[in-house]
């Protein structure tokens, strides 16, 4: 989420860090956020309604999710078997259905067509790529397992305009090495633009130019900065963490998906630090090489 607010996504959700207390029992230390949905301090696009199904009207806002568990009513998959969510409007009325699964087809035909870089005719007609390019940056930055176009991928479009944007960020438990079933534990290889859509973005040589550009422009104020930003925030939960893990008593011991369990409050925010470090390096030499 910080990084997300760093790189200026139209909204990131709110959160704080707190300890709960339920009919009188302590419980542990949570991370508070609020939810994604349709709203002016949210995701501000336009509120549809059940009558919304006809000319301007039609055509937005709508919110969706990239999400393979198919976790809603309204949903569909793409010629590149990507797993839509229709999130709001809900429920989806048949001409709302029926415009955005057809617009978002036309956007991924357009990315996959010969002339798929085509300003007119291509990608460029359907996608934002300011919020493409930081949406990118922050998964692949922190290798967030589900980015890859397996769930908790947000998109959404406005009434009115022509571009699908991604966001919000979303659900980033299993990422920065924490997990034990998947390549993303690696800080030295690609992630995320392993994603059907990603993948063929970077064949256009002027979004990939784009990414690198984005990536050059914020990395030393906003992305080698996360490191102090770490130790500032663990500070922080110090004495919270220590009430955690009398209520939990989890540290050395792995539990799912856990990649490694370093026996110490200290060592799991030096793990995650040194595997972020290891993480800029890497992606810093890809992005500039000599």
């Known amino acids: ?104 087809m036309q956007a991924e035909d357009a990315l996959f067509s010969p002339g798929f870089a085509d300003p007119a005719l291509g990608w460029p007609a359907y996608f934002d790529p300011e919020t493409l390019v930081n949406w990118y940056l922050v998964n692949e930055l922190t290798a967030s397992q589900d980015s890859a176009f397996f769930s908790s991928c947000w998109l959404y479009k406005d009434r009115l305009n022509p571009l699908l944007n991604m966001g919000p960020v979303w659900d980033f438990d299993i990422s920065m090495g924490n997990v034990n079933y998947s390549d993303s534990v690696d800080p030295t290889l690609w992630w995320t633009r392993g994603g059907v859509w990603l993948a063929r973005f970077f064949q256009d040589e002027n979004f990939a130019a784009r990414a690198a550009a984005r990536w050059n422009e914020v990395k030393a104020a906003q992305f080698d900065t996360m490191l102090a930003y770490a130790d500032q925030t663990a500070a922080g939960l110090e004495a919270a963490q220590q009430n955690n893990f009398q209520r939990w008593p989890t540290l050395g011991i792995r539990v799912w998906p856990n990649s490694q369990a370093a026996g110490s409050y200290a060592g799991e925010v030096e793990f995650m630090k040194s595997w972020l470090a290891q993480r800029i390096a890497w992606m810093d030499a890809q992005f500039n090489p000599a």
Request: charged letters at 25%.
């Open 1 to 104: 989420f910080e990084l997300s607010r760093r790189l200026g996504l139209p909204w990131t959700p709110r959160d704080a860090f707190v300890e709960v207390f339920l009919n009188g029992r302590y419980d542990g230390a949570y991370q508070l956020t609020e939810k994604i949905k349709v709203a002016t301090s949210r995701v501000n696009i336009t509120s549809m309604t059940e009558t919304d199904i006809a000319g301007d009207a039609l055509t937005g806002g709508y919110l969706m999710e990239i999400d393979e568990r198919l976790d809603g009513a309204f949903w569909f998959r793409t010629n590149q078997n990507v797993p839509i969510v229709i999130q709001e409007p809900d429920p989806a009325q048949p001409e709302q259905y029926d415009y955005i699964k057809n617009y978002v």
